[in-house]
C-alpha cells in the first residue's frame, strides 16, 4: 500500500460512501473500488461492509481506518515540518565557526545575513576544526567558518587574512621593539593551543621553518586565554593580530612569511546544499566578492 491508499482509506470512512468518497478525491468509482480491494487482500481482512445507503467500516476497518488517519496526519506534519526547514525564506541552516571568530567575523556576518533574509533560522555550533570535520562527515552541519581547508570534497571561500604577532607581557624585554624573528623565540616558554587545533598547527609550522623548539609552559583552547596568560607574565604567544593587547599585552610584529592567517567559508562538494543553507553561502559569497581568492589555505 501507498500513503495514498490509506490517504483514500479514510476518505471512504469519513463519507461512508464509495462515490461520495471518489467525487471528494476526484477520481473515477471504479478506481477508488480497485484500491480499496487491494487494500483488503494485502492486509487480509474485509475493512467495510455495504449498506443500504452505503458503507461502515468493519471492527477491522475501524482498526485500520484509526492507523491511517494516525499516518497520513503524521505525514503531513513531516512534510509540513520538512518545508520549514528546506524553505529557503524560513527553513534552517546550520553553521559552525572557531572559537576565535565569536566575536568578530562570525556577528558581522550573521547581522548582514538576518537583515537580508530574516525568517531563516542559524544554528550555530562554536567549537574547534577537529570537532568541525567531524560534523561535516556526520552531516552536523551545512556550511562552516575554519581557518584549515579540510581533506576531501570541501568548497572554500576566501574571507578574510589575519596578521599573526607575538604578543609578550608589558614587562617583557622586547617591549620596545616592533617586530622580532620567528628563530629568537627558542629561549621564550611559549603558550599556545593543544595539538590539532588549527592555530597550533600554524604556530608549529612557524617554528618549525624558523629550526625553533621551544618550552611550551600552558595550553588552552581559547585564543583570548592565551592571551591572559601572556599578559600575567607567564610566557609569550602567537595569535591573531585582532588579540594583542585586550589584557595588557604588547603585538609584536613576526618576521615571517608565513606569519598570517586565513579565514575561509567552507561546504561540502559531494552533497547538495539545503536551499537555506544555498542561499546563505551565496549571500556571504556576494558579500565577500571584493576578497581577494589567490590565497587559498594548504590543506592539513
Known amino acids: 500500500m501507498q500513503l495514498r491508499d490509506l490517504d483514500w482509506l479514510v476518505s471512504i470512512g469519513d463519507h461512508q460512501h464509495v462515490s461520495a468518497a471518489a467525487d471528494a478525491l476526484g477520481v473515477s468509482q471504479p478506481t477508488l473500488s480497485r484500491a480499496l480491494a487491494r ?57 559552525a565557526f572557531l572559537d576565535s571568530m565569536a566575536t568578530s567575523l562570525v556577528p558581522s556576518l550573521l547581522r548582514a545575513f538576518h537583515a537580508h533574509a530574516p525568517q531563516v533560522r542559524v544554528e550555530l555550533r562554536q567549537e574547534p576544526g577537529h570537532d568541525i570535520v567531524r560534523d561535516f562527515e556526520q552531516g552536523g552541519v551545512d556550511l562552516a567558518i575554519v581557518s584549515d581547508l579540510p581533506p576531501g570534497p570541501y568548497g572554500w571561500h576566501l574571507l578574510q587574512e589575519e596578521r599573526l604577532v607575538l604578543v609578550v607581557p608589558a614587562t617583557h624585554r622586547w617591549c620596545g621593539r616592533t617586530a622580532v624573528d620567528v628563530a629568537e623565540l627558542g629561549g621564550e616558554e611559549l603558550i599556545t593551543t593543544p595539538p590539532g587545533f588549527g592555530s597550533r598547527r600554524l604556530v608549529d609550522g612557524l617554528l618549525r621553518e624558523a629550526g625553533v623548539a621551544p618550552t611550551i609552559s600552558f595550553e588552552s583552547q581559547d585564543l583570548a586565554t592565551i592571551e591572559g596568560l601572556v599578559a600575567a607574565g607567564l610566557g609569550v604567544g602567537i595569535v591573531p593580530e585582532a588579540f594583542a593587547g585586550q589584557s595588557g599585552t604588547v603585538g609584536l610584529r613576526l618576521d615571517a612569511a608565513g606569519a598570517r592567517r586565513l579565514i575561509g567559508l567552507t561546504w561540502r562538494t559531494d552533497r547538495e546544499l539545503a536551499p537555506p543553507a544555498e542561499r546563505f553561502r551565496a549571500f556571504v559569497l556576494r558579500q565577500a566578492a571584493g576578497t581577494p581568492t589567490r590565497a587559498t589555505p594548504t590543506r592539513p
Not at 487480509?44 to 455495504?50: C, H, N, Q, S, T
Not at 488517519?69 to 518545508?83: F, I, K, N, P, Q
Open 39 to 95: 487494500c483488503e487482500a494485502e492486509l487480509g481482512a474485509r475493512l467495510f461492509d455495504r449498506v443500504p445507503d452505503g458503507v461502515r467500516p468493519t471492527p477491522a476497518g475501524s482498526l485500520v481506518l484509526d492507523g491511517a488517519r494516525d499516518l497520513t496526519t503524521r505525514y503531513a506534519r513531516l512534510v509540513g515540518s520538512l518545508a520549514r526547514v528546506v524553505d529557503p525564506d524560513t527553513g534552517l541552516v546550520r553553521l
